[in-house]
Each structure stands twice: as structure tokens, then as C-alpha cells.
């Protein structure tokens, strides 16, 4: 019993130095690449790379920001899923709400997300701002114990923070992929295609370029090794 709890625990605090870990890497990352960008656009430390640098960080702490407090909204926004009650789902209600009991954990949001394929998520920032989705096609497959299992391992994700985890790596790898494709279009529709980039000559551009490549092939790949973590994890 100590053992198991020990574990528990360990797990927790893993998943918080983890996700501190993860800001901090995102802010450096971006500083970087804010620097080498700035820096090659303009040619200049103070002028250019410094403050692009300062702008970087910026946008990596309201992205941060935005991912901690509106991150699960943004998820499940994006997934089309809607939040249900007792009236409209309430064998999907009273499990989740037995589940919590015996997970003691408060009782999270509970959406349903039209769709046939069985599946479920639980996203937030902690247990007390936890939600819980399901697809219909979980709800039409599965008998009553059969939906205490998946509701009861989703809410271990909740206990032990690994939504937390989980929802900042999904609206921060989301938000560098977008930026990189910002940053990407720009770069060869008026970055480098302007005046200014020509008079500073070859060496500036191939920085941004070098920059512009690493920042968008880096999520994608960091997405295929995540998404394999996560399937060995549920087998």
C-alpha cells in the first residue's frame, strides 16, 4: 500500500516538474529562434536580435498563459464537443459522478463528441478545473462496467496530472507548428522577397531559412513521438 501511493505521488510531482520543464524549454526555444530571426532580418544584435529575443519570450508567455487557463476550452472547442447534464446523458452522469467518488477527485465537466468512433479524453489544468469528453460511439458500444473503466482510467489521468501535461503540450506544439507557418510565409512572401534582405546580402536569409526549416519539422516530429508514447501507454 505505501508502495503504491509512493508511486502515485511520484508520478504527480514527475508530472509537474514536467510540465514546468516543458515552458521553460518552449521560452528558450523560441528565444532562439527569435534571436536568429530578428537577427537576420535586421543584421544587428541590439536592433534586431535582442529585441526580437524580448518579443519571443513575450509570445511564449502568453501562449503559456493561454494554454493553462483556456487550454482545455480550446480542445475541446476544437474537438465539437458539448457539455451534457443528467436530462440528456444520465447513465454517462451518474458514472462519472460514482467514479469521482472512488477516485476522490471533484466531479469534472462532462461533454459528448458526436462521433462514431469509440474514444474519450479528460483535459484541464487540475483536478478542481478538470472536463471529460466521450464520443457517442463509446456511449452506443459499451455496457455500464465496460464505461467504468474508461471513465475510471480517465480520471486517473485527472488525479495525477497528466492532463496538465497533456494540455500544454497540445495548444503549444499547435500554437510553434501555426507560428512556424507564419513565419514560413512571411519569410518567402515579403521577409526575404523585400529590398533590405538583398542589401544585407545571402548570409541573413540563409539564417532565417535554416531557422524557419528546424522550427517547422521539430512539432510534427516531437507529435509522431508523442503519439507512439501514448499507444504503448494504453496497450
Known amino acids: 500500500m505505501n508502495t503504491s501511493a509512493q508511486s502515485f505521488y511520484s508520478q504527480i510531482s514527475a508530472n509537474r516538474r514536467r510540465s514546468v520543464l516543458l515552458v521553460l524549454l518552449l521560452t528558450a526555444f523560441l528565444g532562439f529562434f527569435g534571436f536568429v530571426i530578428g537577427f537576420a532580418m535586421s543584421g544587428g544584435y541590439w536592433q534586431g536580435g535582442l529585441v526580437a529575443t ?32 443528467d436530462q ?15 477516485a476522490n477527485v471533484p466531479v469534472p465537466k462532462v461533454y459528448v463528441i458526436n462521433d462514431s468512433a469509440p474514444n474519450a479524453f479528460a483535459t484541464g489544468r487540475d483536478p478542481r478545473h478538470a472536463s471529460m469528453a466521450v464520443t457517442t460511439g463509446l456511449l452506443d458500444k459499451l455496457d455500464r462496467e ?16 497528466d492532463i496538465r501535461f497533456a494540455l500544454l503540450v497540445a ?5 510553434i507548428a501555426l507560428m512556424a507557418d507564419f513565419f514560413l510565409r512571411f519569410t518567402f512572401w515579403g521577409g526575404l522577397g523585400g529590398g533590405r534582405s538583398r542589401d544585407r546580402g545571402s548570409g541573413g536569409g540563409g539564417l532565417v531559412i535554416i531557422a524557419i ?3 517547422s519539422i521539430l512539432p510534427p516530429i516531437y507529435e509522431v513521438l508523442r503519439s507512439r508514447k501514448k499507444t504503448v501507454v494504453a496497450d
Open 54 to 85: 524580448g518579443i519571443a519570450v513575450v509570445i511564449a508567455t502568453l501562449m503559456t498563459s493561454v494554454s493553462y487557463f483556456a487550454g482545455d476550452s480550446i480542445v475541446l472547442a476544437v474537438s465539437g464537443a458539448r457539455e451534457v447534464n
Open 88 to 102: 440528456v446523458a444520465p447513465q454517462l452522469m451518474n458514472v462519472v459522478r460514482e467514479m469521482s467518488i472512488a
Open 146 to 161: 465496460e464505461l467504468q473503466g474508461v471513465i475510471g482510467h480517465e480520471l486517473s489521468h485527472v488525479r495525477n496530472l
Open 171 to 175: 495548444v503549444l506544439v499547435g500554437s
Open 213 to 215: 526549416v528546424i522550427l
